[in-house]
Structure formats: structure tokens, C-alpha cells
């Protein structure tokens, strides 16, 4: 391929520009036009068409594209401007712009239990250091009781985890898709089973509770066989990738208790719930239990972890020894620059009561779909970090596909669920909009998927024999 200049990569070039120089198999065909997208509309400058973005970039977009009160603030745009032009390396040299950034998040999203803070760039290596913030705290630990070799390396998981792609991460995710793991070398940590609840809950619940109690004993089981060689317990509170799998409030705080109990630290990854989805700013806020660590990323821009008081039982702990977590960027500045913004934004929008609110609304759309449906199952939420089951991957496949042909870009989780990733600044009117073009592709695949022709309903199709 011939050489090209910047003024003549134009959109029908772009698709073979990537081809020729990266694995571009399994993008999306569309080619985001970056000034004309606004909100949760996102245009192809390709084809001109406009998408309504449930997605959320993965999850990692927290107020939608070209927001207004970005684009009009001089005073931001002048900073972003500053961080974009030399890339700090954040580890040795302090810039009033991350100064800026670190009062802002720890006046709107760190909790009071959660005071010390380390900032790296990637969900994989927020998790991997919240892994080695507990290694050392546990380590030391067992230093103290008497032992002379290193004790505290190992990771106690969950079925259906998704932690990240690189280094420690590998040995924890296992979700339905094995080509994120497969063939690369991992670690034989203790994997518990998951007891995600099943909607309606009452329905359920004594069916939940049994399998809580067996994923509690295997954690106890594990704890015994592997005496003082767990350094944590982590969990996402509620599984993304995996499936979009909820825990009750009272699993959750059991496993809280076990770790009290057995001097290991509980961490829970939010990287995909964290920063409003669930209708508070971390999800565990709104669940009720207070982990010892978070990993966050995605709409936190930069990524990074947030520890509690307990890393303090040990004295020269990561974050009194310097350079014992660390890398060259620590983070990135412009990042930290556009997340100071955003945290203004869903401050003084109040985005988490909007969330709460458009979220309930979501909720009453997904049920109602429920039962007007026969092959929509389980619906689950909070905020709008909601989804919902169909009958089969290739079921939910072909409607995530016909969404798209639509108009409307949506995400799939776990074997056969359809998932929810809106930016937080998402309308009533455009979540009616997604929700009917999801209506119509559902009743149109009903008619037409074959497993099920011959029965008079897709749910006695579903319940029959065989």
C-alpha cells in the first residue's frame, strides 16, 4: 500500500489502511466521526448513518461524546491542550493538571474508607496491583507470625470472572469466551463457584441461598487447605463480562467476614461498575459492604486503585515504600485532565440521581418487555448497568447483529445475555429508542428462529422436552 498522507486518509480509506497494519477482525465497520458524534448518537463518516450508543465504548464513556460543557470551557480545553503536548511521567514529577485531578476525584468519587490512591494506565494493571498491594501486605504478614520463606501469593476467584488479559489477570478470568485466555501460562489459584442470583429473586431465593452456602464452604475449604497463602479474595460486584451476574448484599459481606476472619484482603473490581452506572459512584456504595481495595478504569479514563485502612496494619506497606507499585507514566495527565472535567459535570448535573432515575425507567421497560416476550428471561439491574436473557447465544447473537443493521450498537455478556453500557447523560426518550428497535428485532427473531418453528410458543418450545 502506498504511503498516505493526513489530509488523505479520508473514511472509505480507512478500513483497508487498518487491515494492512494491524488486526483489524472484529471491529465494528463503522468509522466514528469524531466531531459530529454528540451524546449517546454516535455518526459514521463512512456512511453518513447516526447510531445510538448503548455500548458505551465498553463501558467507558461517562457522559457521551463531545459533551457541551467540555467543548464550551476555554479553561478546559487550554489544559487538555497543556497535558496533550508532552506526555509527564506522572511517577516522578508533579503538574498542577494532576494536582488539580486528585482534589477534584477526591472530593466527588473517593470514598471516606478508601484514602490511599495509585494510578497507572489499564484495567489489567489496576487489578494486577491491587494483586501486589495484598501480596506485600500478606507477606509481611506472615513474616510477622514466624515464617522465613515468602507465604501470601495466591488469589481466591470466582466461575464467570473477568479480571483483565496480561500477567496475574490471566489466571483469574474465565468467561464464556476461551480466546481471551487460552495457551498462555496461569497460576493455580483457588476458583470458587458463583452464586449469581436469578430473577425474580423471590422466585429463587432459596435455590440462591444453597449455592451461596457451597461457594462459602469451597472458600473455606480453600482457606484451610492453603493455610496463610491466600493474600486476597476478589471479586467484581457485579460481574461484567462473566454475564452480567448479580450477588446479594448478604453473600457479599460473608465473603467480607471470611477474609476478616483468614487476614486476607477483599478487593472488588470496579473497572466496569465504578463511576455511576449503578446509581451511586462505585457499586459496591450501593450494594451496602466495604471492600479493602478497588481496582477502577473504563470511565475513570485513567485507571488505577483505591485502598482502605486495613493495608496499614503493615507499616511499610505500597504506599509508605516508594517505588514499590509504580511505572514510567503513572497514569496518563491528559486522561486525569478530561476525567477532572467529568467529575464537574456529574457533579453539577447530579448524573448519579439522573442515573437512578433513567435507570428505574430502563428497568420498567426491560420487564415489560419480559412479559410481553416469551424469550426474554431474568431481567436484572442497577442504574443502568442492567440486562437481560434470551434463549441462546445464537439467539442473542443475531439480535445484537439486526440491532446494528438498525442502528442501535448494544453489547452481549456471558453465554446468551444482552447488557447495557449507556454513557450516564442517556435520555428517557433515547432509551425508548433502543429499547423498541430491541422489541421489534426480539418478535422478528421469535417468527423466524427455526429450533422453535412447529411450536405455538417460543416459551412452550423453551419448557418442552428435549
Not at 479520508?10 to 478500513?15: C, F, G, K, L, N
Not at 478508601?114 to 489489567?124: C, E, N, R
Not at 442504574?383 to 439467539?395: H, K, V, Y
Request: aromatic share 8%; proline share 3%.
Amino acid at each position: 500500500m502506498e504511503a498516505v498522507s493526513r489530509d488523505q486518509v479520508t473514511p472509505d480509506r480507512v478500513a483497508d489502511i487498518f487491515m494492512a497494519h494491524t488486526n483489524a477482525r472484529g471491529m465494528m465497520p463503522m468509522v466514528l466521526d469524531m466531531e459530529e458524534s454528540r451524546g449517546v448518537k454516535l455518526v459514521d463518516s463512512a456512511s453518513g448513518r447516526t447510531y445510538l450508543d448503548l455500548f458505551g465504548f465498553y463501558a467507558s464513556s461517562a457522559i457521551g461524546m463531545n459533551h457541551p460543557k467540555m467543548e464550551s470551557d476555554k479553561d478546559f480545553l487550554e489544559r487538555l491542550h497543556l497535558a496533550a503536548l508532552n506526555k509527564i511521567t506522572n511517577s516522578d514529577i508533579r503538574t498542577t493538571l494532576m494536582a488539580r485531578f486528585l482534589d477534584t476525584f477526591a472530593r466527588v468519587g473517593i470514598p471516606e474508607h478508601l484514602p490511599h490512591s495509585f494510578y497507572v494506565a489499564g484495567g489489567a494493571l489496576a487489578v494486577e496491583n491491587a494483586l501486589k498491594a495484598a501480596f506485600d501486605w500478606k507477606v509481611r504478614k506472615n513474616f510477622r507470625k514466624g515464617y522465613r520463606r515468602e507465604v501470601g501469593h495466591q488469589v481466591m476467584h470466582f466461575d464467570q470472572a473477568f479480571h483483565g488479559r496480561s500477567g496475574y489477570t490471566l489466571s483469574l478470568t474465565n468467561t464464556s469466551d476461551p480466546r481471551k485466555t487460552m495457551y498462555f501460562p496461569k497460576f493455580d489459584w483457588p476458583r470458587v463457584s458463583n452464586p449469581k442470583m436469578v430473577f425474580p429473586v423471590e422466585d429463587h431465593l432459596a435455590d440462591i441461598e444453597e449455592r451461596e452456602q457451597v461457594a462459602l464452604n469451597q472458600a473455606k475449604h480453600f482457606f484451610h487447605a492453603r493455610k496463610d497463602d491466600i493474600a486476597a479474595v476478589i471479586i467484581e460486584p457485579i460481574q461484567g463480562e462473566g454475564g452480567d451476574n448479580h450477588f446479594r448484599r448478604e453473600f457479599l459481606q460473608a465473603l467480607k467476614d471470611l477474609c476478616l476472619e483468614n487476614e486476607c484482603l477483599l478487593v472488588f473490581d470496579e473497572v466496569q461498575t465504578g463511576v455511576g452506572a449503578t446509581g451511586e459512584f462505585w457499586a459496591h456504595e450501593a450494594i451496602g459492604v466495604e471492600p479493602d481495595i478497588i481496582s477502577f478504569g473504563k470511565k475513570t479514563q485513567v485507571c488505577g486503585i483505591l485502598a482502605g485502612r486495613r493495608i496499614e496494619e503493615v507499616d511499610e506497606n505500597v504506599f509508605t515504600v516508594g517505588s514499590r507499585i509504580n511505572s514510567t507514566w503513572g497514569g496518563n495527565l491528559v486522561d486525569m485532565v478530561r476525567f477532572d472535567r467529568v467529575l464537574e459535570i456529574i457533579e453539577e448535573d447530579d448524573l448519579l440521581a439522573h442515573t437512578r432515575d433513567t435507570g428505574a425507567y430502563l428497568m420498567d421497560q426491560l420487564h415489560s418487555m419480559q412479559t410481553d416476550l416469551d424469550s426474554v428471561s431474568n431481567v436484572r439491574g442497577r442504574g443502568l448497568f442492567c440486562a437481560l436473557d434470551l434463549p441462546s447465544r445464537e439467539f442473542r447473537d443475531r439480535l445484537l447483529q439486526r440491532a446494528y443493521d438498525e442502528g442501535v450498537i448494544i453489547l452481549g455478556c456471558g453465554v446468551k445475555s444482552v447488557r447495557f453500557r449507556t454513557p450516564l447523560t442517556v435520555t428517557r426518550e433515547e432509551l425508548d429508542m433502543g429499547v423498541e428497535v430491541l422489541r421489534h428485532g426480539i418478535q422478528t427473531i421469535e417468527k423466524e428462529y427455526s429450533p422453535y418453528r412447529g411450536q405455538s410458543s417460543l416459551r412452550e418450545a423453551l419448557t418442552s422436552d428435549g
